[in-house]
């Protein structure tokens, strides 16, 4: 472990040295370092921008940097913590930064330091560990691990690759896979001598703007490299997160979505588990990407010679490719297969001559695209003449006419005057070779297999439950059952107002209890395979200044048949906080016969994690669900997107409670990783509740 230190500290101190010598350095070098060294990436924000402007009030930072308060004012704890910065004596306390190079000089000695100081107490740590150790069996039970930060996160995928003993699994991208290499990662995994029957298999992203970096990195591998194959998704599908899978026993999952980014790197979060469950799960998210990918060589002749490996014809002229396009659907016979993005989605719906079209003369046409709050309506509209689904947004945009013609091209353009302009068809890609596109139809029509039609049911269509807890009730056949809902007029709370709540958070007085969390929901309609209802879940991260402290709690409604009609009915409840789960179990579930499904779990069998404007929830035990029913150890992503609305709602509950919820939230995807297959939900069937602040107050005396 000492000379992965000595290693990770070297190589920071060679570039650092680097760097120093050169008369400039760019904000996104000296960012970079920063991280390197240890620094979360707001707290080298906040010290670059002391560093350029001196002396700054804390509201002002926050201002400059776009950043909220209360974690501009955490980073500038730590950084005090650290010595990097000092505040003055008056109010409100101003900031300035340490000199660069002291803060340089101060790092390297300090991490030398750590790295001389384990190495001198290697040998009496080991001593002291055999002196306690019971046994050396490991603790082999299903559980999570969160794993944070570069050096370590490398480490252990170091450890993974020299304990695989029959195949090693990832999806990656070449940025992440650079700074791998950057760390000594990829000549240590060749440079371990690998068993036979051993096989490493790495799916990566590749456009015409890394495929260069690639090719310095394939160069660095073994010429003979049996064990070693490489491809790169076809359609230009988006990888799903970096996961890396040993043997299925083991596998890590980085939650953070953004980490292709150069200021990413030393936020790095990510997941490890050795529940089998789940490593079926992602093993399977793995092997549908492989089977719909191509070898990285063919690729890369692909798009250096911008022909592929087959004859083909192509045609490079924008106008060209566009008219061609046209003609092409609009000649359809059979059947034409697309998948496109959620703004060619709405244009075609404004444009209605295709459309029409295809309906007159009996083609089956069928369109993919990211539904969302925006385009659900012209989704639902479209149906009643194509047949339309959601998938994930994908890099490029696909187009299949009666099996015989192939389209691919980037979006460049959202003007929404015509479904297709021009401008649309920059770097495009047109075959009519018959293995090509029957290849391409393969995959394209696996992905339609699995895709969701816009569902009629969405969480907006289930308010107000949708955004808040539910009701502390009795009766378990209604959600929503003697509850009076009060919401109050637009525009009488803003964000501002509850991120200052967030802020300055406190627990009220007489009686009042009040929770402070970060939630998502998530509506899934799960496919017939996973034998599971309609779920309604909802997942709470809850702050540690909440009136029962800090807690990771799920809550799972399902869609089932009750005497009054189909109705979301609460199924199963888990959380980490005793004292919580308790308190539910008694007042929340009262009598009805789900209260045996309110569970106290450990917290290494559940974790919620969140990244930006994103939840990661997974679980590594089965949730036994009332009445019948078991959700399997799965994970679920809940990533937000568009711009933040805020919402504040009243409701008096049926025992006499009353409850205030105001939270800022985004509309989200949902992603749900079962261990039968991965199921992707529209952008109307889930919320990233980024600040949720529920006040309750008991009834009268």
Known sequence: MHNIILEICGHTIRRMVRWLGSERLSQERVLKTLMDLGLTQSDAKVYIFLGKRGLQKGIDIARALKIRKQQIYRSLKNLENKGLVSATLDYPARYSAENFRKVIDLFIRAKMEEAQSLRQSKVSILQDWQSIAISENEDTSEKFTVIKGRNIIYSKIQQMIHQTKKHLSATTSVPNLARADQFGLIDGTFDQPIRDGIQLRFIIDLSEKNVQT??????KTPKQLSYLKIRVPDLGVRIFNRMIIRDEEEAMFFINTDADSATADQDDLCLWTNCRSLVYAFTGVFEDLWRNSTDI??????????????????????????????????????????MTSAESLFRFWKNKTFTKKWAERGVSAKIMAPITTENFEAAKQLSQFIEVRHVPQSYLETTIVDGKHLFQF???????????DATHFRDSFYTNDFEQVGRMANSINDIWKNAQPPSTFTLESIKPYGFMPPPLSNNHWKVMQGVTIVEEKPGTITEEDVLNKMINANQPLDGEDRLYATAALALIHPPENFNLPDMLLRINHIGKLSGFGAEDNISVHLWLETPEGHAYVRAANIGDNPVAVTRRRECDFGDSPAKQYCRLVKKDKLQIRVFG????????????????????????????????????VSCVLSSGFRCAIEQNYFDAFVTFMHPTSKYSGPGTDGAFIRDLIITTTPPKK
């Open 214 to 219: 690639v090719k310095n990195l394939l160069r």
């Open 297 to 338: 060589k063919s690729k890369i002749v692909q798009i250096e010679t911008g022909k592929p490996m087959t004859e083909t014809s192509l045609i490079q002229e924008t106008e060209a490719t566009h008219k061609k396009h046209v003609e092409t659907i609009l000649s359809a016979e059979k059947e034409i297969i697309m």
């Open 613 to 648: 404007n994103s939840l990661f929830c997974g679980w590594a035990i089965p949730i036994p669900l009332y009445p019948k029913y078991v959700l399997p150890p799965a994970c679920l992503l809940v990533e937000g997107y568009g711009k933040v609305k805020t919402r504040a």
């Open 410 to 420: 980037r979006k460049t353009s959202s003007d929404d005057k015509v479904p297709m």
